[in-house]
């Protein structure tokens, strides 16, 4: 036999090396064993968060922190989902927030679970808005009633305006037997806190109303706020205080002009543009018209928080809330839903020499008041209502929120004031003040308007008035013939 130096053959160092890998293989098996047994089992956390305060939908961008045997923060996604791996499992406390809780000072109370390993489902969500309500405002019982929470920033620096005011205004309409009719302006005032924050209890959610910040002598511009029968709205506010001077004092501005400008387009629920479209910002002068693409811009305007309207003939108004940054252009896309105005049909024998307006106008036996076109232009009013100011037998009130309608001073209806008939291009329409949008008509699309207070005062036959309330003639500059 073949043999080394140690007297151990080759085939018995063979054995040899064999017996020693299987040894060692045992050996790394057992500690890998006991390595893996005394490995714990993870747990998994997945879930939503829930906004029941605000939006009744899922909160993306919501921050969930566990506290525990393991300590995480983890940030939803755009689908308010979160997940955390890794945890060991126990008792572990789950604090959630939101930016838009933060910004009026609101918590949700932390949650207690035990976690087990393997995958465990957590659904969070926020307080409901009448137990918000509830705490907020323990003295109001009222359940037509809510709370508008919110925080004042400076739109240029985006820090807290404290010291500041914050109010919503409403008219409330009394019927006694005595007085009549009796519309009286209800106010309800927040001062703002150090932090910028502000809080109205008592604010009617089954209304619109208007809400306004100010601060020292700046005055905010009109804003709408509908609470649409919730408990609980949130609104965010800036104003523009003007550039700090070198001593760190705000300096002084124009609140009706600024270096901000407004970008937009106006198009119809079906996509396609909407021309002529009137654009105005509530609480400012400055208006436009969308040009054949539905395109618009408005410059000149103060920074902070803006209401822009949109009107155009044969579409409900829009309204969306803007943020204006100065020294930049703001851009907002409006959407407007047709509205259906069934016309009755006019039978056409021949064309006057003279339109109805014109020859009425210029009769001696008229007994009408009349608008003209050059008037109308003069008067540079935003809206149609707004031509009725000085008419004889007539007067322009609010109806709620930005509308308004044209009640007449010589009648009295059933529930108070009276609305007269209006006729456009000869055309019987109905104007709802319940409904509300005003008159369907931009000031200046208008030709002429002719206006009776009674039916005594020589109005036409054909438009005579069935309520007694008088009657409001529209020409436009299209059917003036």
């Not at 949700?108 to 659904?123: C, D, E, Q």
């Not at 021309?275 to 811009?297: I, L």
């Not at 009130?397 to 001073?409: A, K, L, N």
């Amino acid at each position: 036999m073949l043999g080394n130096d140690n007297g151990i053959g080759f085939g018995e160092v063979r054995i040899i090396k064999n017996i020693s890998l299987l040894l060692l293989g045992l050996a790394v098996f057992g500690l890998g064993g006991r390595l893996a047994a005394q490995e714990p089992d993870f747990a998994r956390v997945r879930g939503y968060v829930f906004d029941s305060l605000l939006t009744g939908a899922t909160a993306p961008e919501a921050r969930v922190a566990l506290s525990g045997p393991s300590n995480r923060v983890v940030v939803a996604d755009g689908r308010g989902r979160f997940l955390v791996d890794s945890l060991i499992p126990g008792d572990y406390t789950i604090a959630f927030t939101h930016p838009a809780w933060d910004g009026v000072g609101y918590t949700p109370p932390p949650r207690k679970v035990a976690l087990k390993s393997g995958i465990n489902t957590v659904f969070l969500s926020s307080t409901a808005g009448h137990g918000i309500f509830a705490a907020l405002c323990p003295n109001v019982q009222d359940e037509r009633t809510g709370v508008v929470l919110g925080a004042l920033t400076d739109v240029r620096t985006g820090q807290p305006i404290p010291g500041g005011d914050v109010r919503v205004e409403w008219t409330e309409s009394e019927v006694s037997v005595v007085l009549g009719v009796n519309t009286r302006t209800r106010v309800v005032r927040s001062p703002v806190d150090s932090a910028g924050r502000y809080r109205l209890c008592g604010v009617p959610n089954d209304t619109p109303v208007l809400l306004k910040a100010s601060v020292g002598l700046l005055d905010g511009p009109p804003l709408e706020l509908d609470l649409e029968a919730r408990p609980v709205a949130i609104r965010m506010l800036s104003l523009d205080r003007g550039p700090v001077a070198a001593d760190g004092q705000a300096v002084t501005i124009n609140p009706d002009s600024g270096t901000a400008r407004l970008r937009g387009s106006v198009s119809a629920t079906d996509g396609k543009p909407v021309p002529g479209a009137q654009v105005v910002v509530h609480g400012h002068t400055a208006t436009t018209q969308s040009n054949e693409s539905g395109s618009f811009e408005l410059g000149g305007l103060p920074g902070g928080t803006h209401t822009v309207e949109v009107r155009a003939i044969g579409y409900t108004k829009a309204r969306r809330l803007v943020e204006l940054k100065p020294d930049s252009a703001t851009r907002v896309e409006l959407t407007l839903a047709r509205q259906a105005v069934v016309l009755p049909e006019v039978a056409v024998t021949a064309e006057a020499p003279k339109s109805e307006f014109d020859q009425r106008r210029t009769s001696p036996a008229s007994g009408g008041h009349y608008i003209t076109q050059d008037e109308i232009e003069r008067r540079g009013a935003i809206r149609t209502e707004d031509l009725f100011r000085m008419v004889p037998g007539f007067n322009v009130v609010p109806s709620g929120g930005f509308d308004y309608r044209i009640v007449s001073t010589r009648s009295v209806g059933a529930s108070g004031q009276c609305s007269p008939e209006f006729y456009i291009d000869g055309a019987r329409v109905t104007v709802d003040p319940l409904v509300g949008g005003g008159l369907p008509i931009n000031p200046q699309d208008i030709y002429g308007i002719e206006t009776y207070s009674s039916n005594a005062v020589n109005a036409p036959a054909q438009y005579q008035s069935r309520n007694g309330c008088g009657v409001i003639l529209i020409w436009t500059r299209r059917g003036r013939r």
